[in-house]
């Protein structure tokens, strides 16, 4: 092709000569090499550090999820539409969790239309009833990549240039019904600056293969269901920030929390307003019933408007409302955690136990923390790396943070 | 009350701060409690928890100033050169057995511990977020060790005696998300001053935090409180939550803000440059004794002090005059 790069489908590779792995020791057991493949897996999902780089830490992704009548194959089961909506669940709160100040919107696109199924907002729970939700919505027609790329660009492009405006699309149709040409439209993403990625569900496509190229983003098609997964993950971690983001200040707000429901008598700190039951901005715009009225909740210093949830931005003043331990879920993104160096475990004759969770090291290597040089086992070594994101050997060291 | 189950394993962890500075001050002030008193009350606690369910398990950690240190259980006990075997049958006054063995073998490890450190002049603060962290790594351990078909639920208790170090706040917050996303309850029972990092991770995990009016009475307080685990909790009615304040620090007054500017270069900031900075400017903002607060400017200016990066000042839109026609008089 034209101005491609030259790449072979070397997927293929990965399955050439399976068999050559599987060796068996002197007893004729594969034991050994059924334990090695399962410590390779494991030692794959360590989160790898970006390094030197700046990483876009308030986010407005859309995700485009294509429900057209491709959607209703089976290859995933039960279908790809049930399978794709389970995934994306499961993204949006591993997205909240590592992001906590960005935002998420949902769009699906059938019948050659595209239309909003939630729209931006940083709290999960509207994204997931609404995914639950859409489990019951039927499939049908084509879908439209112009129409759905035109609906997200068209609230992308009013949000501030110093956050990360991006797009990820579910692409499981081979083709496109679009009302104009579509290069243009990719030009016009591209001045804006909004980073596209397609997941293929089928093969690879064209047009997706130009559009993610231009812009900035990623493009793959996944193999099964475990894949794509990882593939959703992997734009679960801020991307890096493009060198032309805009340097501002954000005006944040840093509120002290009132739990719901928190009786009136102890509160004797706060304003009146407090005292008396009053609705929740959130609670006017929302459909889904309940009392809307409620005691205890967060107040807007500028405008007092009410909110139940944080982070929220106000609807009245615009204002960007959080907590400070949001900002400080974000931290170890600034200050990831070195990998640790993996070593066997014969080097290591004076230490038995890990030094964290206390365990026999039986693994047949073992981890060592660069800075403090104390020894981990596997399980430890994942689970420092995946949740805690600080060396619980290092912290007992005098340096902070 | 519902029995609980075989399949229902509840793993408590214990961390006692031993802090040797605040106790060998204590055992001047309140001669009454001292920190082996202290640790008989942890003990009951410990024990009245095996003993409430055959399948409940324990651990405690002593939290010093220059190593956590597993307490109970002994990690050499498996391969049968622990200390027990020889104690175990003469506990002499009929006691369970497993909860004498456990105390011998903890007021055991807690003499050796406090005997073998020196404490040298600048390493005076608990090292919490540690202990904490270790505790997070044990109960992840537990939980894949289990048998097919049983679940556990834990939590954590920790003893605070000394002030909070404000230096661990960034480790903290890390263990506290830790536990909150492996569903981990963080409880508190604090013996002399407030922890506002504490009153966070209760506030976070949805644990109890208590501020124990007098510490003699450690024991009652701890068997009253922090004994029922969280689906017994909701039957009782228990010290009420505290008032957790989040408000931020402003870098140039130090006053609590509730608007501020984050400069959001530094929010996503370049590590090589920045890391140093940034690390200083927490550091100052620690030494007033805020340990939550973030770098924030209370007021808007043009250049952030932290990276020195010039900001884009938004103009207020200019609106063209519209031409006023004069209707023609006549």
């Known amino acids: 092709m034209d101005e491609e790069p030259e790449r072979a489908k070397r997927w293929e590779g990965g399955y050439e000569r399976t068999w050559e792995i599987l060796k068996e020791d002197e007893s004729g057991s594969l034991k050994a090499t059924v334990e090695e493949i399962l410590f390779q897996a494991k030692r794959k999902r360590v989160f790898e550090s970006h390094g030197q780089v700046r990483l876009g830490m308030m986010r407005h992704l859309y995700v485009v999820i294509d429900t057209s009548r491709t959607m209703e194959d089976q290859d995933l089961k039960p279908n790809r539409l049930t399978s794709t909506l389970k995934l994306v669940e499961y993204f949006v709160e591993e997205y909240f969790d590592q992001n906590p100040i960005s935002q998420v ?23 997931i009833d609404a995914l639950k939700k859409a489990k019951d919505s039927t499939c049908g027609g084509e879908p439209s990549l112009y129409n759905s790329l035109s609906l997200a660009m068209q609230t992308l492009k009013h949000m501030p240039g110093h956050s990360s405006r991006e797009v990820l699309i579910i692409f499981s149709s081979l083709t496109t019904c679009d009302p104009a040409n579509i290069y243009e439209l990719v030009k016009t993403l591209k001045a804006l600056k909004i980073r596209v990625s397609v997941i293929g569900l089928s093969a690879e496509v064209r047009v997706c293969t130009v559009l993610t190229r231009e812009t900035g983003g990623s493009y793959h098609v996944i193999l099964d269901e475990s894949h794509f997964r990882e593939l959703l993950m992997f734009h679960v ?3 890096p920030a493009t060198s032309s983001s805009e340097c501002s200040l954000i005006r944040m707000v840093f509120l002290f929390s009132l739990p719901p429901g928190f009786p009136q008598h102890t509160i004797a700190s706060i304003s009146d307003q407090d005292a008396k039951p009053s609705f929740s901005q959130a609670h006017l715009d929302s459909t889904s019933g309940g009392p809307g009225l409620s005691m205890g909740g967060y107040f807007c210093p500028q405008c007092q408007a009410k909110y139940t949830e944080l982070p929220v931005e106000c609807k009245v003043c615009g204002l960007t409302l959080v907590s400070a331990p949001h900002l400080a879920r974000s931290f170890h993104h600034l200050f990831p955690l070195e990998a640790f160096q993996e070593s066997p475990l014969l080097l290591h004759h004076t230490e038995r136990f890990c030094e964290a969770c206390q365990g026999e090291l039986k693994d047949k290597s073992v981890f060592t923390c660069p800075s403090c040089n104390s020894v981990f086992c596997v399980e430890c070594d994942l689970f420092i790396h995946d949740t805690l994101h600080c060396c619980p050997s290092c912290i007992h060291s005098r340096s902070a943070p | 009350m519902m029995m609980a189950s075989e399949d229902e394993v509840s793993l408590l962890v214990i961390v006692v701060d031993v802090n040797p500075i605040w106790w060998g001050q204590q055992a001047n002030r309140e001669p009454q409690f001292t920190l082996s008193k202290c640790l008989d009350a942890v003990m009951v606690m410990g024990n009245s928890h095996l003993v409430m369910t055959r399948t409940n398990k324990l651990a405690i950690i002593a939290s010093h100033c220059q190593e956590s240190h597993f ?6 006990w498996k391969f049968g ?18 909860l004498s063995v456990a105390n011998d073998f903890i007021a055991e490890e807690i003499k050796n511990l406090m005997s073998r450190t020196e404490v040298k002049g600048n390493q005076t603060d608990t090292l919490l977020a540690g202990s904490l962290a270790k505790a997070l790594c044990y109960i992840h351990r537990v939980a894949k060790e289990l048998e097919a078909g049983q679940e556990m639920k834990s939590r954590i208790l920790v003893v605070k005696a000394a002030e909070d170090c404000a230096l661990q706040y960034m480790n903290f917050m890390n263990v506290i998300f830790a536990a909150q996303k492996q569903s981990i309850l963080i409880d508190a029972c604090v013996l002399d001053s407030d922890s506002g990092l504490l009153q966070q991770a209760c506030d976070i995990t949805g644990g109890l935090y208590l501020k124990i009016p007098q510490k003699i009475a450690l024991a009652q307080y701890l068997l009253w409180v922090f004994l029922p685990d969280s689906d017994q909790r909701s039957q009782l009615v228990l010290p009420p939550p505290v008032h957790v304040d989040y408000r931020a620090a402003c870098f140039c007054h130090r006053n609590l803000i509730e608007i501020g500017y984050v400069c959001s270069v530094c929010l996503s900031s370049e590590l090589d440059f920045v890391f140093s900075l940034y690390k200083s400017c927490i550091m100052i903002t620690f030494l007033m004794n805020k340990p939550y607060s973030l770098e924030v400017f209370c007021n808007f200016s043009p250049i952030c002090t932290t990276c020195e990066t010039a ?8 609106v063209k005059s519209k031409k006023k026609k004069l209707k023609p008089s006549t």
């Open chain 2, 311 to 318: 900001f884009k000042i938004p103009l207020p839109q200019v």
């Open chain 1, 237 to 239: 971690k801020p991307p």
């Open chain 1, 105 to 127: 919107g949902i769009i699906t696109t059938k019948n050659k239309r595209a239309e909003k199924l939630t729209d931006l907002a940083g709290n999960p729970k509207k994204h």
């Open chain 2, 81 to 98: 050169d622990g200390h027990g075997d020889e104690n175990a049958s003469t506990s002499g006054d009929g006691k369970y057995e497993l």
């Open chain 2, 71 to 76: 307490l109970y259980p002994c990690k050499l």
